[in-house]
DNA sequence: GTTGAAAAGAGCATACA
DNA sequence: TGTATGCTCTTTTCAAC
């Protein structure tokens, strides 16, 4: 119930559903760490509970699902209205993420997936229906994640 | 089998895997979709050799989980180069994403998380080893997830 | 491609040490 | 935190539509 401080164990068990978070059962995982699966079982309901673990996604292929073409926007908006504009751009079709960044410029990125080019100008116009302003838009050649593979390797112990 | 082309149901289970990847069976969606948890369970595992879900990940939040700074590099690689030292940047501590873009300058984006300032001249240090040049440095203030929840949203029944 | 059923197996919650 | 029990549920397989 402690509000802060992660110990190498959590770690190890974040590390642990960092490979496999839907196939992989506290038993499974005991096999890897030096604790019973009751244990584990806890420690994850008290990461979840705490807010630490928010939420459990499939990797998604955009590409292989249908949707090549990936398309990020740096846009610019008020500093002040922020939050509030990164809420309603999430709400949009086509838009799978935004991110809100600290910075005066370019404080709003987002990725937006289509199959046709035609979309792009679609979703850039709807964009402009907002206030901000876009300020550059990159194709996103491919994704690479590695969330917290760094820590809790130490725990873990088979590979 | 067939390689391309998923279907309303396809996009509706990964429309509810979005929400629960982990504590939620077939079963469970069956409640949802319009066909067995059998027929789940096999568009599941096609989705997966396919490609189209690559795996499974549990959503960090990175402040409570003791990170509390999170800095996105924007850098730019020999285009040439660009996968492989892509690929290496993941390697290194503190880095969880990295983009690769389509672009001249800045085609390599990525993401690391650490809890001191001190360690961010570490991570730029590290970077500055490899051969691609630091462009922009920003603070990630907040980051918002919402993948494929427009799609598929039709085919799922109670919400 | 989808469904339903039966059997086997496994995880989960609970309580207690 | 660990161990043990019983309950519940899913998974698997297979045959049939």
Same sequence: chains 1, 2.
């Avoid at 008290?46 to 926007?73: D, H, M, S, T």
Wanted: with cysteine.
């Amino acid at each position: 119930m402690a509000a802060d401080g992660l110990d190498e164990l959590d770690y190890g068990i974040l590390h642990l559903l960092q490979q496999n978070a839907r196939d992989q059962t506290p038993v499974d995982m005991a096999d890897n760490l030096p604790v019973s699966d009751t244990t584990i079982r806890n420690r994850i309901k008290n990461l979840e509970e705490q807010g630490v673990i928010e939420g459990y996604v499939p990797v998604i292929n955009y590409e292989k699902a249908g949707f090549p073409i990936r398309l990020q926007f740096s846009c610019t908006a008020p500093t002040q209205d922020r939050s509030e504009i990164a809420e309603e751009v999430l709400q949009l079709p086509h838009i799978v993420a935004v991110d809100e960044m600290l910075s005066a410029k370019e404080n709003i990125r987002l990725l937006a997936i289509t199959n046709t080019a035609e979309e792009i100008n679609e979703i850039a116009s709807v964009l402009d229906d907002l206030p901000l302003t876009i300020e550059r838009e990159t194709l996103l050649r491919k994704s690479h994640l590695r969330p917290f593979n760094h820590f809790g390797e130490e725990v873990v112990s088979s590979e």
